[in-house]
């Protein structure tokens, strides 16, 4: 019988109540109640934004001005599907990144140049303070063009009214590109040269997927440069880039948006993947190119998230010297669902981002702020877990925590040898390997959402195998008994984490965000990422349980 060699577990639990009291949570949480169905309250999330109602997709132009966050995004006023031609932007502020404020959405269809929808952009800060946006229009004829748009009013601090001048589109479609493969400007950046760069995703004519830079002094007049900054041959249409420099390895100070930096990261989601990859280089911003340490196809880079999530963009912090990502997370039931919810869609949690010790990866960790919602912590030390030992952690709402766990396991060597080929695809192997799959050293985590009798939970867990004289983590989340409900998506998400576990003295972490139909979690001190989507049937009355 494989022997769990999971002797020591040192599990800590910090478990967070919501909703604050903040009043613009409760205006925004009583507009909720007010227009979702029993089961959309069920699923809403409570501590990841969401509108109130219908369909939100992309974050765009997320920022930092006078002492408020903006989030903008692309909001369906119309409904809880994604196309009907009406795309806005919806807007919300906050002072801490957790409690929104929801305003008038910021940008809506009403020029020619975005009449079909006002698709994902950016937001940019000049040297005045003052923000300007970038942002997809699909105008008249339904050609996807590059509009600006300014505050009518710099100095109101919630930046309702945003003007968007008669000259737009500032970038018409190429003539090399299709009309419906060319969008989602970026933040811009100023070159040595003194002239602004945006990159823009587009598909080139037998090209390729590309990411296009494009130059200007004024915002408004912008010329392309002869090469892309990166060309996904084999890839597709790519979207919603970002480019931004890193500090050294392992130091957590984020940098604003420039050529700047020894080090940058270029970030592009890929269409016929729908999946967020990214990866570290050098950016030369007098040449404006960007060399990657990894070569391979875009496909075969670095995931942000290895679960359900898109979209993603990131903007620098001033206030607190910080770099911070959202991303999008789709619903995985069926758009009759959304229809019965009334809305669709969440954002992870605002993640902060840096560059690890190891100058390859990123490392992501919910922002401080959200530890502000702990309202109960509950602790505790389990000196040995062995196979199949499931210890339940009482006194927690198990819909709604906030969990970190550190695991030491001081037996790596009896670990199982992993099989080469088991490292082209974790997701699989998580499959393979599920979590009632026993091995040597693990499967060791969490059970979250887990109904009483356990015909439904979701299981967060890493599996240690040995390779000649290296370890490898795995991480999954399981999510095959999520609901006892047909339909809904529920595949077992998994990546390798990357850290050297022994050279951690065999201690790994785990944190989870629980939040009634979110399981968002951040393996080995953010190196892995996972967010799932879960629909469990049990946790109709709240009464859900969580387990290590
Ligand atoms: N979503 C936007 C596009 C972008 C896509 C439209 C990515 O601008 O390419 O809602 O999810």
Known sequence: MARLSLAACAVVFHLCLLISSSASLR?????????????????????????????????????????????????NPDGVTWGNGNLSWGHSVSVDLVNWFALDAALQPSRSFDANGCWSGSATILPDGSPVMLYTGIDARGDQVQNVAFPKNASDPLLVEWVKPEYNPVIPVPADIK????????????????????????????????????????????????????????AGMVECPDLFPVSEPGVEVGLPAS?????????????????????????????????????????????????????????????????????????????????????????????????????????????????????????????????????????????????????????LEHADVLEPNWLLDPQSLCGEKGASVPGSVGPFGLLVMASGDMQEHTAVFFRVFRQNDKYKVLMCTDLSRSSTRDGVYKPPYGAFVDMDIEAHGGIISLRTLVDHSVVESFGGGGRTCITARVYPEHAENGNSHLYV
């Open 259 to 411: 050529g700047a930096g020894a080090r940058h990261v270029l970030k592009m989601s890929v269409m016929d993947t729908v999946q967020d990859y990214y990866v570290v280089g050098r950016y030369d911003d007098t040449a404006d190119t960007f060399v990657p340490e990894d070569d391979d196809d875009c496909r075969s880079w670095r995931r942000l998230d290895y679960g359900h999530v898109y979209a993603s963009k990131s903007f620098f912090d001033p206030s607190k010297n910080r770099r911070v990502l959202w991303g999008w997370a789709n619903e995985s039931d069926s758009v009759s669902d959304d229809l019965v919810r009334g809305w669709s869609g969440v954002q992870t949690v605002p993640r902060k981002i840096w560059l690890d010790e190891d100058g390859k990866q990123l490392r992501q960790w919910p922002v401080e702020e959200i530890e502000t919602l702990r309202s109960k912590r509950v602790n505790l030390l389990i000196p040995e877990v062995n196979a199949g030992g499931v210890n339940e952690i009482i006194g927690v709402m198990g819909t709604q925590a906030d969990v970190e766990v550190v695991f030491e396991v001081p037996a």
């Open 27 to 75: 205006w925004l949480s009583d507009k909720s109640a007010a227009v979702t169905t029993a089961g959309g309250v069920r699923t809403r999330s409570a501590y990841h934004f969401q509108p109130a109602k219908n369909w939100q997709n992309d974050p765009n132009g997320p920022m930092y001005h006078n002492g408020l966050y903006h989030f903008f995004y692309q909001y």
């Open 179 to 234: 009309r419906d493969d060319f969008r989602d400007p970026s933040t811009a950046w100023l070159g040595a040269d003194g002239l602004w760069r945006i990159a823009v995703a587009a598909r080139v004519h037998d090209v390729g997927g590309a990411t296009l830079i494009y130059r200007s002094k004024d915002f408004l007049r912008w010329e392309r440069n002869a090469d892309p900054l990166y060309l996904a041959h084999a």
